[in-house]
């Protein structure tokens, strides 16, 4: 494949990712943060617990990681240390689906006990979504996408697969939705980019 086919798919998850910007409602985003800012106030009586499978999990791991540089008290579900999730705490959920079976199980455990649940997905009426006390709906071609095998049926009707597989496109744009949150929660809890950095790992 030409090196031209990359840079074009990398202008295309770009593009993507710019017009999902405008169409992501903020008072969903000002909510999430508004949790979080809460949470931070509590001086570490209050935890987060990320979660996601897959590449979303990994897309939680990044967002885990700046929030210990912010000074949370942050887990990430699977690791060993992860202690019991109580009715003080939140869980950030993150499924493109929302039917991720592993994750609505996992949310729905902590429900039970309290937790509230951020969904970070691309169906709100998912049974994530359906189980979260706040949703934020990130547009994003998921792995459910609508699909279509008669390639003339998919002209007649101006359906083109984009350049990125399965749910590449929910996945980058909430990493680089999250990285955002990051910089807004810096900006309204006072912490500085030095601080962050006292609180990045010396041992690597």
Same mark, same amino acid.
């Given at each position: 494949?030409?090196?031209?086919?990359?840079?074009?798919?990398?202008?295309?998850?770009?593009?993507?990712?710019?017009?999902? %910007?405008?169409?992501?409602? $903020?008072? &969903?985003?000002?909510?999430?943060?508004?949790?979080?800012?809460?949470?931070?106030? %509590?001086?570490?009586?209050?935890?987060?617990?990320?979660?996601?499978?897959?590449?979303?999990?990994?897309?939680?791991?990044?967002?885990?990681?700046?929030?210990?540089?912010? #000074?949370?008290? =942050?887990?990430?579900? #699977?690791?060993?240390?992860? $202690?019991?999730?109580?009715?003080?705490?939140?869980?950030?959920?993150?499924?493109?689906?929302?039917?991720?079976?592993?994750?609505?199980?996992?949310?729905? *455990?902590?429900?039970? =006990?309290? %937790?509230?649940?951020?969904?970070? @997905?691309?169906?709100?009426?998912?049974?994530?979504?359906?189980?979260?006390?706040?949703? =934020?709906?990130? $547009?994003?071609? @998921?792995?459910?996408?609508?699909?279509?095998?008669?390639?003339?049926?998919? &002209?007649?009707?101006?359906?083109? *697969? $984009?350049? *990125?597989?399965?749910? @590449?496109?929910?996945?980058?744009?909430?990493?680089?939705?999250?990285?955002?949150?990051?910089?807004?929660?810096?900006?309204?809890?006072? =912490?500085?980019?030095?601080?962050?950095?006292?609180?990045? *790992?010396?041992?690597?």
């Amino acid at each position: 494949m030409p090196a031209s086919e990359a840079l074009n798919a990398m202008r295309e998850i770009a593009a993507f990712i710019e017009k999902a %910007a405008s169409e992501i409602d $903020p008072r &969903q985003v000002d909510e999430f943060i508004d949790l979080l800012v809460d949470v931070y106030k %509590a001086n570490g009586n209050r935890k987060i617990l990320v979660m996601g499978a897959g590449r979303s999990g990994l897309v939680g791991r990044a967002f885990a990681m700046r929030l210990m540089h912010l #000074g949370f008290t =942050v887990y990430v579900l #699977g690791d060993t240390i992860v $202690p019991s999730v109580t009715n003080r705490d939140v869980v950030i959920a993150i499924s493109g689906s929302g039917k991720t079976r592993l994750i609505v199980t996992a949310a729905e *455990a902590a429900k039970a =006990v309290g %937790a509230r649940i951020v969904a970070i @997905t691309t169906f709100p009426e998912s049974p994530l979504g359906r189980l979260a006390d706040i949703v =934020v709906k990130i $547009p994003g071609r @998921t792995k459910e996408a609508f699909k279509m095998d008669d390639y003339f049926a998919r &002209q007649i009707l101006g359906i083109h *697969a $984009p350049l *990125a597989p399965l749910g @590449t496109l929910f996945e980058d744009t909430t990493l680089v939705f999250l990285d955002g949150v990051i910089y807004e929660l810096m900006g309204r809890l006072g =912490v500085s980019e030095e601080e962050m950095k006292k609180r990045h *790992a010396n041992i690597e």
